[in-house]
């Protein structure tokens, strides 16, 4: 067998994982109209989970962003706690009753937006939040000494 006749394969066009994609699959295009529909104010929404799912990923990035902020200005204790849920709660129902306008009776009332996806923010602020004081407070006494 020759060298040349085990390598050619290797070599070929319909092989190579280089290559680039051209055309985007149908999760990428629904993910960037979702997305898209979530930033534009006033969207239309077909479904009523759709939107719920919008306030869901609003929240998760808020809880990072005010996890990493509180974490870096070493915000401690119950103030961190009662500033994340205000804030977190003061957004959505803006974004809910400002930016979207949706009816929030058709959604269980605007208490049923807020509370949507509270707890699981709540724990990305959380693990944001403590990462992040403790990266940058940590007392010479804790450190150990060599």
Known sequence: MSSS????????PTLSRNAPRLTATSSEQLTMAFIKRALTPKATWTHKEEFLDAVYWLRQVVSIIL????GILLVKGFMGILTF???SSLIVFFYATNIQNVDAEEYGGILEIIKEGFMTAFA???VS???LYSAFYTPKS?????
Do not use: H
Request: aromatic share 8%.
């Open 129 to 131: 939040w403590v990462v």
């Open 124 to 126: 990305t602020f959380l």
């Open 85 to 87: 849920g205000i804030i």
């Open 5 to 12: 006749a085990g390598t050619s394969g290797m070599n070929s």
């Open 67 to 70: 996890g990493v902020i509180l």
């Open 142 to 146: 804790s450190l150990p000494s060599m």
